[in-house]
């Protein structure tokens, strides 16, 4: 198929280079020109702007940071958007993580234009993204999920149907509340255990193995030097943002205060990856969260 995706960051990257091993002609566009400048070299066409990247593509798939870039993008700003430039109807799949809000708004806009809309955010982070596991959270028509699966199973491994339009950006929206809770609970733990004399690799291996098991401390361990291959151990570089888990958390708060719900555990994670991110590592890992607990340690 004739792919285009817009937006090459940590994830977009490494899924557009799973369409092209797949087989699909992709065409890319990205603000930064060496992210698109590394997937020529991995067999995609650059294309000067996103219009320009979806001028023959069957599906469209964006990958970025937040509600306003996919609202400027789709929308436009000043000048149409890149919807009013899709005559030909290719299926869009968008799949950051964004309000359910501005999901809707976008996808109403697109079934206006009689343009199929899915909301499809992932979890899985940039391991998941590179082996092509990813989890697909899909809100939209059961038709166009079925159109979107194939092209999804080249990039992920779970594909769900959350429901409509904006509904898998709900569910996303609660497990990365919960990912944000079980990261600074693994920190904390970590910390509690290093400042009282334990190692923090065989606190992590007892920890996996009894009650207090969680993804963090299985494949995304916050302490640098416990996993080889997690962001700690590079300097908390690359990887999945301490402003866009900030950004996922407030999704959460106003999710909370739309619906009256009570989020006292996702609130203290908020704040604390808000403060985190206002001490300057809003550009590293969110398992730098880390550092956080260890203020004022001599190292
Ligand atoms: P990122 O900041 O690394 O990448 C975003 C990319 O979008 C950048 O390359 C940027 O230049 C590009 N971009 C922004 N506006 C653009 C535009 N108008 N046109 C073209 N390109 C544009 O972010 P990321 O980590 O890849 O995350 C992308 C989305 O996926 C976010 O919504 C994030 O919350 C979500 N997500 C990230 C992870 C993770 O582990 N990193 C995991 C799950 C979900």
Not at 20 to 44: F, I, K, P, R
Not at 106 to 126: H, M
Not at 173 to 200: H, Q, R, Y
Request: hydrophobic share 45%; charged share 15%.
């Amino acid at each position: 198929m004739n792919i285009a995706f817009i937006g090459l960051g940590n994830m977009g990257m490494p899924m557009a280079g799973n369409l092209l091993a797949a087989g699909h002609d992709v065409v890319v566009n990205d603000l930064v020109a060496s992210a698109m400048q590394a997937l020529e070299e991995q067999g995609a066409t650059r294309a000067a702007s996103a219009a320009a990247a979806c001028a023959e593509a069957e599906v469209v798939i964006s990958m970025l940071p937040a509600g306003e870039h996919v609202r400027r993008l789709y929308l436009g700003d000043d000048g149409p958007g890149l919807l009013d430039a899709l005559a030909h109807q290719p299926l869009i799949i968008d799949a950051s993580t964004i309000s359910p809000d501005d999901a809707r708004l976008v996808g109403q806009a697109a079934r206006e234009r009689g343009l199929t809309y899915l909301d499809a955010p992932v979890s899985g982070g940039i391991g998941g993204a590179r082996a092509g596991t990813l989890t697909f959270i899909v809100g939209g028509d059961a038709a166009g999920f079925e159109l979107a699966r194939p092209v999804l199973e080249c990039m992920g491994g779970n594909i769900f149907h959350a429901g409509d339009i904006g509904d898998g950006q709900v569910a996303k929206i609660c497990n990365n509340m919960l990912l944000g809770i079980l990261m600074s609970g693994t920190a904390e733990a970590l910390s509690l255990g290093v400042k009282n004399g334990l190692d923090p690799a065989v606190l992590s291996e007892i920890m996996k193995q009894s009650s207090g098991g969680n993804w963090a401390l299985n494949v995304y361990n916050p302490w640098p030097g416990v996993m080889a291959e997690s962001a700690a151990s590079r300097d908390y570089q690359g990887g999945f943002l301490t402003d866009l888990m900030a950004k996922d958390l407030g999704l959460a708060w106003e999710l909370a205060q739309k619906t009256r719900a009570t989020v006292p555990m996702g609130s203290q994670a908020r704040n604390l990856f808000a403060l985190h991110s206002a001490q300057g590592s809003g550009r590293l890992d969110f398992s730098s969260i880390q550092k956080l607990y260890r203020a004022g340690e001599d190292d």
